[in-house]
């Protein structure tokens, strides 16, 4: 009876994830508004009623996803903090990476910044304000190791740097998006990040 009851939980995860990955893909193709619960059935040849024997609602698919997203892209940066050299290296190295992220998967900023999913539910709201929020925390802690490292002015507001640090990924992909192939994400990022790097770098006057 225990090795059924952990088959079928197993099996339950493993249609949460799948219904979590399709619901990801349709956001990129047809925009977080548009996508129904039908669209999720319909690409998973199943029936609704198989798709919310899973979730009990609509917004409960959406609150995984953004856990989905929190997880996948929290453990992204802190694997490509771990291998630099001094906190200014592992900004640099998390916002590549970062962009690398939302180049395999295009649909993250169109849930992450979607009005729909702010309004409807204050649940999904605060979730991808602790996505947000948290992700600022480790930038401006990140500069504040800075500081003691003589890397960045003592004066640097860190939370603003870092408030700026996400509105300009925000502002990459929102360019990309509007540009569609004229514009290249990972190359305007390459352009970009050195710009942002000079503003927060400490410089040292010539004597």
């Known amino acids: 009876m225990n090795q059924e009851t952990i088959k079928r939980r197993l099996s339950t995860e493993e249609r949460q994830g799948e219904i979590i990955r399709v619901a990801v893909e349709l956001a990129a193709d047809k925009g977080v508004d548009s996508v129904t619960t039908q669209d999720m059935a319909d690409a998973m040849q199943l029936t609704q009623g198989a798709i919310f024997r899973h979730f009990a609602t609509k917004d409960d698919i959406w609150?995984?996803?953004?856990?989905?997203?929190?997880?996948?892209l929290m453990k992204v940066l802190d694997k490509a903090a771990a291998d630099a050299t001094d906190p200014l290296d592992a900004i640099e190295r998390m916002f590549f990476a970062h962009i690398t992220f939302i180049s395999k998967h295009p649909a993250i900023p169109r849930l992450l910044f979607s009005e729909l999913l702010h309004k409807k539910s204050s649940k999904l709201r605060h979730l991808i304000q602790e996505i947000i929020s948290g992700y600022e925390a480790k930038i401006a802690g990140l500069l504040e190791a800075a500081k003691s490292q003589s890397l960045v002015p003592d004066d640097l507001d860190s939370k603003s740097a870092a408030v700026l640090y996400i509105g300009m990924i925000q502002g990459l992909v929102m360019q990309a998006s509007i540009f569609g192939g004229k514009r290249s994400?990972?190359?305007?990022?390459?352009?970009t990040f050195p710009i942002y790097l000079h503003g927060v770098r400490k410089r040292h006057d010539a004597i």
């Open 63 to 72: 609150v995984a996803v953004m856990q989905w997203i929190r997880d996948r």
């Open 185 to 191: 994400l990972q190359q305007d990022a390459v352009k």
